[in-house]
């Protein structure tokens, strides 16, 4: 079964700062997708960046990016430039199998210091 | 193009009574995704539906909740008999026929019981 870990509760920043968010994970797909959402203290879900696993190039988008290690599974995201419309949680996701609904890891709260 | 409407935001149950959450899709959209969301948790996938159908219901519990996505109107997920552990917030998203990969959450109904 498809599994989502992020080892980090927490995490701050300081404003124009870079922070790097962790995520592993586990599956027996050998093509899929992988996501980073953000939720800010309105609780929508934004998708923030989304990666493809037969693609070694790492996405980016603007200020964010990943660091996608498809042996090691791990997904990790990068905000450089941090600003203070950055805090919120971050989830991980990828997809059940194929092209069924998400699996997410339980996030990480990351806070902004002015 | 509106984005995914869910209906009510807020809703205040007691102990017994039942729960009609609402969801429009995006248009165009004929994928609808419930997810709920328990408090510093992460989304868990509960029912994946199409028109008419539903497709994946795995993350459902076996009573007291069920699911439906009529041909026409919304899709509403439905808890009978409602309990404190039911106070969650849940979270509709839609896709089109490319599946979850563009996935649009809409703003999550946070539901409270009494």
């Known amino acids: 079964a498809q599994t989502v870990t992020q080892s980090q509760p927490e995490m701050s920043v300081q404003e124009a700062e870079t922070v790097t968010l962790s995520c592993t994970y586990d599956?027996?797909?050998?093509?899929?997708?992988l996501f980073w959402y953000k939720q800010p203290p309105s609780r929508q879900m934004i998708l923030v960046i989304r990666?493809?696993?037969?693609?070694?190039q790492n996405a980016t988008e603007n200020r964010f990016s990943v660091n996608f290690q498809k042996a090691a599974k791990s997904f990790s995201l990068k905000i450089s430039d941090s600003q203070l419309g950055d805090a919120a949680m971050y989830f991980c996701?990828?997809?059940?199998?194929?092209?069924?609904?998400?699996?997410f890891g339980k996030g990480t709260r990351l806070s902004v210091i002015a | 193009n509106a984005g995914v409407m869910q209906n009510p935001r807020h809703l205040v149950r007691r102990r017994g009574q039942e729960a009609r959450l609402r969801c429009s899709p995006m248009k165009g959209h004929s994928h609808v995704y419930w997810y709920r969301q328990l408090p510093e948790e992460g989304l868990k996938f509960m029912v994946y539906l199409q028109k008419e159908n539903i497709i994946d219901e795995s993350g459902m519990p076996k009573e007291r909740f069920s699911a439906e996505f009529p041909k026409e109107g919304p899709s509403i997920l439905r808890i009978q008999q409602v309990v404190r552990g039911d106070s969650a917030a849940y979270f509709c998203?839609?896709?089109?026929?490319?599946?979850?990969?563009?996935?649009?959450f809409g703003p999550g109904t946070r539901l409270t019981v009494t």
């Open positions: 996701a990828l997809p059940l199998s194929g092209n069924t609904p998400l699996v």
């Open positions: 990666q493809e696993a037969y693609k070694q």
């Open positions: 599956t027996s797909e050998s093509d899929y997708y």
């Open positions: 998203a839609s896709s089109d026929s490319d599946g979850p990969l563009r996935q649009y």
